[in-house]
């Protein structure tokens, strides 16, 4: 599904280099968890993968269904299916959050060569799914995660993620700044969405996620590079020893 | 001799002034009315204004008003779609006031019979030195509409005020009385198919207590000249939104005169300025709150593409006795292009002591984050962008309150981005 080799990329503004040569695959259908300490460069890592132009790929290669996705635009990255929860969701004033959604999901529908939604059959799935994430409809006549709550923002990123039905997930600490109920809404949302041919990537430090969505595999990435994978139990050991011990291995 | 004089008349200037020759006993008036047609006529002589001149300072007429065209008695025009289907729709085509049977709810008379009988005449003139937009449209107007709607009247269907233009020189009047207590809609719609030059002038009087909304929606073709003019006194407890949007035109200037004349009265401008190609638009606006109690607030939205250039002038002043005055101006603009440019110049003139006055000027470009959020979820870049400007202007839109004209204005904001986003 996904291959990231020896990518290296840096701040395109001032060339600081922030990923040194990561090394990643995720196969079709796997459950992949990111750790790694403040700064290491995960959320560079989420950005370069959507396309970001603040960010500059100097060497190595991202394959997504085994083809290159390095020339294409964050538009065409997320019609061939891929789909970043951001860790930050911007607030957009002035674009209401329905008409959003409905040209969001029409743009990819068109692009994967389906028809466009109807309002009403489009309003169905949107209430269904905000339903599921217990999410009130009349947040969605507002301006784009305008005013939203931190754990509102990661709901509606969950939410816009269902109707887009993406083929690889990547959530940015989606799980930072939720309730404990709605840790277990939006985990039971993310786990609704698992199938044979869907990947998931979460990036998370804490291990109270992984009991909810359980990993595959886990990898650590420091100082732009992953130092160390494993399964989950790596979550559960770093849980408890924290990252001094994997560092100190690395340096 | 005087410096004037001394300097060359443009090809323009001369052909105003030719033009008035030929023409100016011929147009309909009393004999009042031709007193004031030849006052115009003498600032027209002195030349027209440069940017030495302090209200002209952004838009060197001069320069910009490069050539007149020749009147086209030939030229016809035909009238439009209204913006607004079902308004009630009062074509001036190609300068003449078309037949139109009597509408309901209010009376209607014709420019041309306000000039033979004088009743026009006080309207006409230029009020001042820098009153040139008048000066021209006093000089050669010979036609429009003047309405008069009653005193507690509720004008349901809006009334289009639909000036076409098919070329050559085109210069319209319109009048407006509101009577105390009515509510009205009125858009002046200000179009055509040639590269004419079109001045057009209004006088607008809100009676106490009354309420309306009236939209001037300027979209001339690329190569017309456009001079505007509203001039408006707001009566006591009365209500005006003025809505003005500029699309054409390669030079517009629409100067908005308004009067807070009576206490407690309350005026809103909002304008939508969307510039493309080589144009130069310039709205400039004179307030007087002469009242006590009266507020304003002023709002401009302008995108600006490719090498246009756009003006705001908002002068506020405040009477000395028009205490507890409140007064908010703000003039943003979104830049498409690094070729664009606008220029906002607010003017407060404070004369009372206990007033609330604020003013501001932006101009940003889209801002990439956004962008970027809007293209990961799968929407390409142009149609990110459009989102983006529309979410820019829509604000000034949505908040007229009344759905067919809004879903009228964004459709063509939505047409313009279409063409030149
Ligand atoms: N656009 C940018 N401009 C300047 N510095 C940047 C930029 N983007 C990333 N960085 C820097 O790169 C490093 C990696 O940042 P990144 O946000 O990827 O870390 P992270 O692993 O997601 O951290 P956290 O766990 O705190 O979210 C940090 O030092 C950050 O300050
Ligand atoms: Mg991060």
Not at chain 1, 170 to 185: F, R, Y
Not at chain 2, 253 to 276: T, W
Request: charged share 25%; aromatic share 4%.
């Amino acid at each position: 599904m996904l291959e990231i080799k020896n990518l290296h990329a840096r701040i395109a503004e001032d060339g600081t280099e922030i990923l040194r040569g990561v090394n990643l695959s995720v196969k079709p259908g796997e459950m992949t968890a990111i750790m790694g300490p403040n700064g290491s460069g995960k959320s560079t890592l989420s950005y370069v993968l959507a396309g970001r132009e603040d960010y500059e790929v100097t060497e190595g290669d991202i394959l997504f269904n085994g083809e290159s996705i390095l020339e294409m635009d964050p538009a065409e990255r997320a019609a061939a299916g891929l789909f970043l929860a951001f860790q930050y969701p911007m607030e957009i004033p002035g674009v209401a959050t329905m008409e959003f959604l409905k040209v969001a999901m029409n743009a990819q529908r068109k692009a994967r060569g389906l028809d466009e939604l109807k309002i009403p059959e489009l309003m169905k799935r949107v209430r269904a799914a905000a339903d599921e994430l217990d999410m009130d409809m009349s947040m969605l006549k507002r301006p784009l995660n305008v005013g939203f709550s931190g754990g509102e923002k990661k709901r509606a990123e969950i939410l816009q993620m269902k109707l887009l039905e993406p083929a690889l997930c990547v959530l940015d600490e989606t799980d930072s700044g939720l309730d404990i109920d709605a840790l277990k809404i939006v985990s039971d949302g993310v786990n609704a969405l698992r199938s044979p041919d869907r990947s998931v990537v979460v990036i998370t430090h804490y291990q109270r996620l992984l009991d909810y969505i359980v990993p595959d595999s886990v990898h650590v990435l420091y100082k732009g590079r992953v130092i160390k994978s494993g399964e989950k139990e790596l979550a559960q050991e770093l849980e408890k020893n924290g990252y001094a011990g994997l560092v100190g291995e690395a340096a | 001799m005087n410096v004037q004089t001394q300097i060359k008349r443009t090809a323009a200037e001369d052909a105003l002034i030719e033009a008035f020759a030929e023409r100016g006993t011929s147009l309909p008036g009393s004999a009042s009315v031709a007193e004031k047609r030849n006052q115009a006529a003498r600032l027209l002589e002195q030349g027209l204004p440069s940017r030495k001149v302090e209200a002209w300072h952004y838009t060197d007429l001069r320069r910009l008003l490069s050539s007149v065209p020749a009147f086209d008695p030939t030229a016809t025009a035909s009238q439009k779609e209204p913006l607004i289907a079902g308004s009630t729709v009062l074509p001036v085509l190609n300068g003449v006031a078309g037949a139109v049977k009597a509408p309901e709810g209010f009376a209607l008379s014709s420019v041309a019979d306000k000039l033979a009988d004088g009743s026009l005449a006080p309207l006409l003139g230029p009020v001042d030195k820098d009153d040139t937009v008048s000066a021209i449209n006093s000089a050669f107007a010979a036609d429009g509409f003047a309405l008069d709607i009653p005193a507690g009247a509720r004008l349901d269907i809006p009334v289009e005020l639909q000036n076409v233009q098919a070329g050559g020189q085109v210069h319209t009047r319109f009048a407006a009385r509101v009577g105390e207590g009515a509510n009205a809609t009125v858009i002046e719609r200000q179009m055509g198919d040639a590269d004419a030059l079109v001045s057009s002038v209004s006088h607008l009087e809100v009676g106490d207590g009354a309420d309306v909304l009236w939209l001037i929606v300027q979209d001339q073709p690329e190569g017309a000249s456009h001079l505007g003019q509203i001039n408006v006194r707001i009566g006591k407890n009365a209500k005006l939104t003025l809505f003005v949007m500029n699309i054409g035109a390669k030079l517009t200037r629409q100067e908005v005169r308004v009067v807070a004349e009576g206490e407690g009265s309350e005026f809103r401008l909002r304008g939508v300025n969307l510039l493309s190609g080589q144009t130069h638009c310039d709205v400039t606006m004179i307030l007087d709150h002469a009242a006590p109690a009266t507020a304003s607030t002023e709002i401009l939205r302008n995108v600006v593409t490719d090498k246009a250039e756009g003006v705001f002038q908002g002068q506020i002043r405040v009477a000395r006795d028009a205490q507890k005055t409140d007064a908010k101006m703000s003039c943003n603009t979104l830049l498409l292009s690094d070729e664009g440019s606008f220029s906002a110049k607010p003017e407060l003139e404070i004369f009372a002591d206990d007033v609330a006055c604020g003013h501001g000027a932006t101009v940003t470009e889209i801002e990439q984050d956004h962008l970027f959020y809007l293209m990961a979820r799968g929407i390409d870049e142009k149609t990110a962008r459009g989102l983006l400007v529309k979410a820019f202007v829509a604000e000034v839109i949505e908040e007229l309150e009344n759905e067919a004209v809004v879903e009228a204005l964004e459709a063509r904001l939505d047409a313009w981005f279409a063409e030149h986003g």
